[in-house]
């Protein structure tokens, strides 16, 4: 199905990082990862947004992915990095601390 770039790195489930490189046409990423990781495509969905899904070609620069729909290609460079904690966190709230002509400083 796909050729490892890296081993499939896995602690525990809370937190694990996938590296691969597509060998050929697999469908959709949501399915793709959904079915290499056990997890389901919302929480999928979720790290996707929060920029935990890097894609690209083999030797070209990756690009963060925050679409599930994104098709695979072979040839395809895949980055999952996933932890449960990182994902639930709730940054703080921006507090302004200084106005300076031409810049503010929060």
């Known amino acids: 199905m796909s050729k490892s770039c890296e081993p499939y790195k896995l602690s525990s489930m809370n937190r694990f990082s996938l590296k691969k490189i597509i060998a050929k046409e697999t469908g959709r990423l949501s399915d793709y990862l959904a079915a290499e990781t056990g997890l389901s495509k919302a929480r999928i969905k979720d790290a996707m947004n929060k920029g935990a899904v890097w894609l690209g070609w083999e030797r070209k620069k990756l690009k963060r992915l925050r679409k599930a729909t994104a098709e695979l290609r072979s040839g395809m460079r895949i980055e999952f990095h996933y ?6 966190l ?16 929060w």
């Open 83 to 88: 932890d449960e904690k990182l994902l639930a």
């Open 90 to 105: 709730i940054p703080p709230q921006a507090r302004f601390i200084s106005d300076r002509n031409g810049y503010s400083v």
